[in-house]
């Protein structure tokens, strides 16, 4: 599906429980090749450094259900600077659309220290428009997320499954590469973020090992969770 020239992908969310969670991975597992990024049968780690505008328009904009809505953030992998990803995620109702670009650890130390002229003349798009957003539209760093993520792809659809645990909120700054940072976990024990997400369809062999009507979508972000988390202690 493409929506004003981005092609969309579907992606349902859904909180699952630890017995739903080992009932479902067996199954998945069985079919399903895990991603290359594992670096365990647990899967990877992925932390994430989220920006918001002065008004907080992503975190508002989501918990009040604005169809169109975008957000930027930075993310590495197994907390290595080797790969840094600046991402723009953008969502219309149950479809989203990401884009992506590297950054040099120079780069996300300049950004994170308020020096965005280095940043200034890219020629990538998004680049361009996250320097726009940072240099005069006022994004600053909004919440750290760090999870572990166990991810299974199978090719017909582009289908990707992903179990999302620990999630936890960065509580105590905004330096993904801190040597002190505090995470503090966000969800109850035992629960897992399911993600499903595909091209135009989810293969039926697939949905019949999902069920996905036997479980209750969530509009779930964990941007949202973990900025709410760090208001709570800002506020203390």
């Not at 909180?15 to 594992?38: C, F, G, P, W």
């Not at 994430?48 to 169109?68: E, P, Q, R, T, V």
């Not at 600077?81 to 969502?91: G, Y």
């Not at 069920?211 to 203390?236: G, L, T």
Request: glycine share 6%.
């Amino acid at each position: 599906m493409y929506f004003q020239g981005k092609k969309l992908r579907n992606e349902l969310k859904y909180y699952v429980n630890i017995q739903d969670y080992m009932t479902l991975r067996s199954k998945v597992s069985a079919i399903l090749e895990m991603d290359a990024h594992s670096i365990s049968t647990d899967g990877y780690g992925i932390r994430s450094l989220y920006f918001d505008g002065i008004h907080d328009h992503a975190l508002y904009d989501k918990n009040d259900g604005i169809f169109n809505r975008e957000k930027y953030r930075i993310r590495i992998y197994n907390g290595s600077d080797k790969v840094i990803n600046l991402e723009r995620k953008s969502k219309y109702g149950n479809y989203v659309h990401k884009e992506t670009s590297s950054l040099s650890r120079v780069e996300y130390d300049c950004i994170l220290a308020g020096d965005y002229e280095i940043m200034r003349g890219a020629a990538d798009p998004l680049r361009r428009d996250f320097y726009h957003a940072l240099a005069y539209r006022n994004f600053q760093p909004g919440a750290i997320t760090d999870y572990t993520r166990e991810a299974y792809v199978h090719h017909a659809g582009n289908v990707r499954i992903t179990f999302d645990k620990r999630l936890a909120a960065g509580v105590n700054g905004m330096d993904m590469f801190h040597d002190d940072l505090i995470l503090e976990e966000v969800i109850g024990p035992g629960q897992t973020i399911m993600e499903v997400k595909f091209d135009e369809f989810l293969p039926d062999h697939i949905r019949r090992i999902l069920q996905p009507e036997n479980f209750v979508r969530s509009a779930i972000s964990k941007y949202v969770i973990c900025r709410e988390r760090n208001i709570v202690h800002y506020k203390q």
